[in-house]
């Protein structure tokens, strides 16, 4: 029978760090862009598990592409909550400066891209008399534009939760 090894604290922060991004990002959406409090519950919802699902995705992907002595720092550190000491940590913390930057970035473009999806997709048709653009039209034009207030709100919510999530790991950290 084959070892299975479930990272339940991992798995459990995870959980914490949605909670803590969806209410201030739903938040932030009520009071900036003026949704409903369901509305932006909702919104704040699926871009965080989509970014979520995101930052996974590129997790693994950029996780298979380093060399093996980071790879066991990497598992080890998710797995076990420990690092594997062979490596030079002053190298190893540069480099994971420059991805949490980068990924910071990405997180953001990411959750603009689909709180304009979301948007373009569940646009209600309250205007009956005009013409209705299609469904499809409505998707492109909110792929090629860029709204400043959506990404404001996007950025501002991002890194609000990030300064919650780094507060507590601050926290959890100095006090286990």
Avoid at 60 to 72: D, G, H, K, Y
Wanted: hydrophobic share 50%; charged share 15%; with cysteine.
């Amino acid at each position: 029978m084959p070892l299975i090894i479930i990272p339940l604290k991992t798995i459990l922060f995870q959980i914490i760090i949605l909670l803590i991004s969806i209410t201030t990002e739903s938040i932030l959406f009520y009071y900036y862009l003026q949704f409903s409090q369901k509305k932006s519950i909702q919104y704040s919802t699926s871009i965080n598990l989509f970014s979520s699902t995101f930052i996974w995705f590129l997790f693994f992907i950029a996780q298979s592409n380093v060399p093996e002595q980071w790879r066991l720092k990497i598992a080890s550190y998710i797995l076990f909550h420990r690092t594997y000491e062979s490596l030079n940590d002053a190298e190893f913390a540069v480099a994971v400066v420059i991805s949490l930057l980068l990924l910071f970035l990405a997180t953001c473009l990411a959750e603009l891209k689909m709180l304009d999806l979301l948007q373009a997709f569940l646009q209600s048709s309250q205007d009956k008399a005009s013409k209705r653009p299609r469904l499809v039209k409505r998707l492109n034009v909110a792929l090629s534009k860029n709204n400043p207030k959506n990404a404001f709100a996007v950025i501002i919510g991002n890194s609000l939760s990030g300064i919650l999530i780094l507060s507590l790991l601050t926290f959890i950290a100095n006090y286990t």
